[in-house]
């Protein structure tokens, strides 16, 4: 039986709580003589800076478990398992969280520690949710005034205003783009807790508080605020619009704030969409959604709680613009996610929905490599961020060539072929340093296509 050389998957790495770098989520493999197991230490957002291998007998690793690490299933195939590991040293102990498969939740005839070999299946307990017989696609058009990039730049306490520079309106650390839906980032010089000082992230409820004003002067005083996510001394409070009714997936406005509740980072898109443009389409049942969802998984695996099925928007993107489609979304809690699944058929979404479904994402011996084309591009000082849907297992990496009047991007995704992964397809963003800022420089792809401004 061959192991599996895996590496990041969980959505959101955690990092030691010393700072903003740290030891990241890793994954683990399974083999019969034990666990190997990656750790990778860097920074969020970052490639890691150090890349550690631990190998484990079954025994040792089950100690290692109770001592340091949350474990859960999250895929595996006949004969060989993946495990998602939360890394320790966050201060919580190694108990796993409310509602994982732990070490000791395993299924009957299953080792404790081992995963079942027949995957994994998302269960859903009573009955599931109705939803409409017909939905739109909700988009936005047009452009970002200078009026509502200074309400944005006010609200995050940005001085001075903005300027026009290019197809962007920029401030002290902001920049917005000035074609709908105005994606927009944000970056201050620092909070007021000064060096050796010890400041620790602001608790939850502060948090919630000293975000309230921003999301209200954005327009989301009523949307679904989450705070739980901490980095270093800073914590992210993420805001999802609620849209003609509906909760919304992957349009969120995230506010990253310091010890002392102000404002010194975020990221979002400035327009929400309001009303269904073009036509309706059939709507496919939660039942059906939730079945796709576990294509592939046998039908005796480990059942993974989904504590609650909601018919909503999720954020995806047709003819190179970022959209909100009709979506059946999942609260999985032993995956601190909600999973999107498209509730209407994808065919409707055109060429600007490419599913690129990826095995787990390591470039291992025998790894496989191609391009994914980018949808969009947003730019900070002189990070170029490319927006594109992927898939949730494959490593992607972007790239950059500066030449001239352009610079030609590039978006690799790799993969081990013959790996399970979990069918899903995200909207996802990678970045690059460039050399300069990018000013009024076009971004173009490799085959010389144009790369519009999110």
Partial sequence: MRGADLTRLHPRPRPSSAGGA?????????????????????????????????????????????MSMKIRVFAGVAGEGLLVAGCGGNGDGGSAPAGSVAASESPPGIAPGEPDPHGVRYRVAG????????????????????????????????????????????????????Q????????????????GKGCSAPGETEAREAARP?????????????????????????????????P?????????????????????????????????????????????????????????????????????TREGHPVLVPAWLFSVPSQSATLAQTAIDERHLGSGEPRHPGGPSSAGPGATSRSV????????????????????CARYRAHAEEKGGQ????????????KVCVMIAKDLTRSVTLDRPLGDRTVVTTAGKTVPAA
């Fill in 22 to 66: 740290g030891e990241w989520c890793a994954l683990v493999s399974w083999v019969r003589a034990g666990f190997r197991v990656r750790v990778e230490t860097g920074s969020p957002g970052g490639e890691p800076d150090r890349v550690v291998w631990r190998q484990r007998s079954v025994s040792s690793a089950k100690e290692w478990v109770g």
């Fill in 127 to 178: 009955a599931l949710p109705k939803g409409p017989e017909k939905a739109g696609v909700y988009g936005v058009d047009g452009s970002v005034s200078r009026g509502a990039a200074e309400r944005l730049a006010r609200a995050l306490g940005v001085p001075g205003g903005v300027r026009a520079e290019g197809g962007e309106w920029r401030g002290d650390g902001l920049t917005v783009a000035r």
């Fill in 180 to 195: 709908a839906p105005g994606a927009w980032s944000y970056v201050a010089e620092g909070g007021k807790c000064t060096r």
């Fill in 214 to 246: 921003v999301l209200t002067a954005l327009g989301l005083a009523g949307a679904e605020v989450g705070a739980d996510e901490v980095q270093g001394t800073s914590r992210v409070v993420e805001a999802d619009p609620e849209v003609d009714g509906l």
């Fill in 248 to 316: 919304t997936d992957g349009w969120s406005t995230r506010l990253r704030l310091a010890s002392g509740g102000e404002v010194v980072g975020g990221t979002g898109r400035l327009h929400v969409p309001r009303t269904a443009t073009g036509d309706r389409y059939p709507v496919r049942s939660a039942a059906d959604a939730l079945a796709a969802l576990n294509e592939g998984a046998g039908k005796d695996g480990t059942a993974v709680p989904v504590s609650r099925a909601r018919f909503g928007l999720a954020a995806r």
């Fill in 373 to 392: 084309p980018p949808v969009s591009y947003a730019v900070a000082g002189r990070e170029l961020s490319l927006r594109f849907t992927g898939g949730v």
């Fill in 407 to 418: 610079v030609r991007v590039r978006l690799s995704e790799e993969k081990e072929p013959g």
